[in-house]
Nanobody
């Protein structure tokens, strides 16, 4: 089982930027597909981005495409989510997730991931 720890959340004004980090431990990191999800109050957890273990291309939700960039550093066992042009609707708790068995068609589905971080709050407001 992989352990995940997120960091980097906080408060930012609309149009601002934040960078989230997710450090993994206890596993062979390169075996895992890594993903970011978010959950706003009263809403279901939704997919943000993912980077599969054998594919260098990241997948993004339409809502964040062009504004968010997900990267992974296999040597540091860490994934990052660079968030630019943040808007109030981006306010949520952001979670890092990992799976060594998720298939491509399920990458955007929260239930496909067995390992989750504790979450980090991102608040966008003026």
């Amino acid at each position: 089982q992989v352990q995940l720890v997120e960091s980097g959340g906080g408060w930012v004004q609309p149009g601002g930027s934040l960078r989230l980090s997710c450090a993994a431990s206890g596993v062979s990191f390169t075996r895992y597909t890594m993903a970011w999800f978010r959950q706003a109050p009263g809403k279901e957890r939704e997919f943000v981005a993912a980077r599969r273990r054998y594919n260098s291309n990241a997948l993004y939700a339409d809502a964040v495409k062009g504004r968010f960039t997900m990267s992974r550093d296999n040597s540091e066992k860490t994934v990052y989510l660079q968030m630019n042009s943040l808007q109030p609707e981006d306010t949520a708790v952001y979670y890092c997730a990992a799976s060594d068995s998720v298939i491509l068609s399920q990458v955007r589905v929260p239930d496909a991931y067995r390992s989750w971080g504790q979450g980090t709050q991102v608040t966008v407001s003026s």
